[in-house]
């Protein structure tokens, strides 16, 4: 199957600054990719859909000025948290669409952010 | 609107036993459905899916599903549960026409199995 992965795979960060995460595909090119965003002990909540070459769509109450995502290649995705605070401590994962609608999706290991 | 509910937070086992960790879906169509498995600290591994057919889907781990449509249930189970399948379980379901439409995940059960 598709092998999708995750960088860094743990980031600890100070306060105001900014972090940068990537999703790459390794196995087939994939013009969407998404992002989601799990709080400890909770659901995973879908937080855009990364288009490549046009601009991400993002659920209904996401800060599409806090969370940068840029799907600049058909394999890679990236995610920025600009200026972070404690509260956008998570853990951040991407996930692919499968190659044919009967496939399910291909999740990232997940990248676990810390804003001190 | 589509929706996932597990109705429990948490279900207790004892290694041996059978299993069963709760679905219940609200969606127009027919959706896909899903179950994932989530060790701490990793993403989300696939267990098993619904497409269409037979209602009784067999997956990983000796995991298995039972597609109910009249009661809308997507129940999973294992008929004897080991210590190493305590983790946290994801019901998801997605729009059946495209693998690129979202998926929506329900809040998630803690298995746990004790020796």
């Known amino acids: 199957g598709a092998v999708v992965s995750q960088h860094p795979s743990r980031v600890i960060c100070k306060s105001g600054t900014s972090v940068k995460i990537e999703c790459r595909s390794l196995?087939?090119?994939?013009?969407?990719m998404f992002w989601y965003r799990q709080f400890p002990k909770q659901s995973l909540m879908l937080m855009a859909t990364?288009?490549?070459?046009?601009?991400?769509?993002?659920e209904q109450g996401v800060e599409k000025d806090k969370f940068l995502i840029n799907h600049a290649s058909l394999t890679l995705s990236t995610l920025t948290v600009t200026s972070a605070h404690p509260e956008d401590s998570s853990f951040y994962i991407c996930s692919l669409p499968g190659r044919d609608r009967d496939e399910t999706q291909y999740f990232g290991p997940g990248t676990r952010l810390l804003v001190l | 609107a589509q929706s996932v509910a597990q109705p429990e937070d948490q279900v207790n086992v004892a290694e041996g036993n059978p299993l069963t960790v709760k679905c219940t879906y609200s969606v127009s169509g027919n959706p896909y459905l899903f179950w994932y498995v989530q060790y701490p600290n990793r993403g989300l591994q696939f267990l098993l899916k619904y497409i269409t057919g037979d209602n009784l889907v067999k997956g990983s781990y000796g995991f298995e599903a039972e597609f109910n449509k009249s009661q809308t249930s997507f129940h999973l189970k294992k008929p004897s549960a080991l210590v190493s399948d305590s983790a946290l379980y994801f019901c998801a379901v997605r729009a059946r026409y495209s693998s690129a439409s979202k998926i929506i995940f329900g809040s998630g059960t803690r298995l746990s199995i004790r020796p």
């Open positions: 990364s288009n490549e070459g046009s601009k991400a769509t993002y």
């Open positions: 196995d087939f090119q994939a013009t969407t």
